[in-house]
């Protein structure tokens, strides 16, 4: 079994942060790209921002700069550092990961339960 568990959510006011945390555990071999993805109420899962393992980096054009993604391998985690938050980005984000385990031959994408982002104006 594989888990995937954000946190760091939470309510804040417009122009601040918030850092979210994805912690992966369970019987993992390997991990390849790491990512985080945003829904809002009415709207589509949509890409925030991914990295693979050996760190390259790709981002949505509308956090280019304000959200920096990173990745702790050693405690194989990532990270989604959100800087001068929106109202717009109120949402629900997930993590997710490429993962291969010890028990299966071929890797799969596994999902966080997803954590509530609020930007109050």
């Known amino acids: 079994q594989v888990q995937l568990v954000e946190s760091g959510g939470g309510l804040v006011q417009a122009g601040e942060s918030l850092r979210l945390s994805c912690a992966a555990s369970g019987r993992i071999s390997s991990i390849d790209t790491m990512g985080w993805y945003r829904q809002a109420p009415g709207k589509l899962r949509e890409l925030v921002a991914t990295i693979s393992s050996g760190g390259t980096t790709n981002y949505a054009g509308s956090v280019k700069g304000r959200f920096p993604i990173s990745r702790d391998n050693g405690k194989i985690t990532s990270y989604l550092q959100m800087n001068s938050l929106e109202p717009e980005e109120t949402a629900v984000y997930y993590c997710?990961?490429?993962?291969?385990?010890?028990?299966?031959?071929?890797?799969?994408?596994?999902w966080g339960q997803g954590t509530q982002v609020t930007v109050s104006s």
């Open positions: 997710n990961a490429f993962i291969r385990t010890t028990t299966q031959t071929r890797g799969f994408t596994y």
